[in-house]
């Protein structure tokens, strides 16, 4: 059980990485939009995460409830703007930055939040 709790960590930081790379990929450029990268990003972080809640209640590790729940609302918002938005050839700033800003506040929960 031990080695499917690392591989379903190994999974949420890909996931991690691609959303994060692909919103950072695009920062300086004058277009910008959601790229597969983001939206498969945040889908992973979502069902690896909540593979990874269970697999760790399931080893009687204990489980911040309040730390996932907040993690979980923030990857939801992230997803659902993503997808909603993943046909537009263009993105405003003002979401591309609120994206951004919400991927970086859950890192941030998950490195700070104890």
């Not at 730390?67 to 979980?72: A, D, P």
């Not at 997803?79 to 938005?85: E, G, M, Q």
């Amino acid at each position: 059980m031990e080695f499917v709790r690392q591989l379903l960590l190994f999974v949420h930081f890909i996931g991690l990485a691609s959303l994060l790379g692909g919103l950072l990929f695009q920062m300086k450029g004058p277009e910008r939009r959601i790229n597969s990268g983001i939206l498969h990003g945040a889908l992973t972080q979502v069902v690896s995460g909540v593979l990874l809640v269970g697999v760790l209640q399931g080893l009687d590790d204990p489980v911040n409830n309040a730390k996932v729940g907040v993690k979980l609302v923030v990857v939801l918002v992230i997803t659902a703007l993503a997808w909603l938005n993943r046909k537009k050839p263009t993105i405003p700033s003002g979401l591309f930055v609120g994206l951004t800003a919400l991927a970086m506040l859950n890192v941030g929960i998950a490195v700070f939040w104890r």
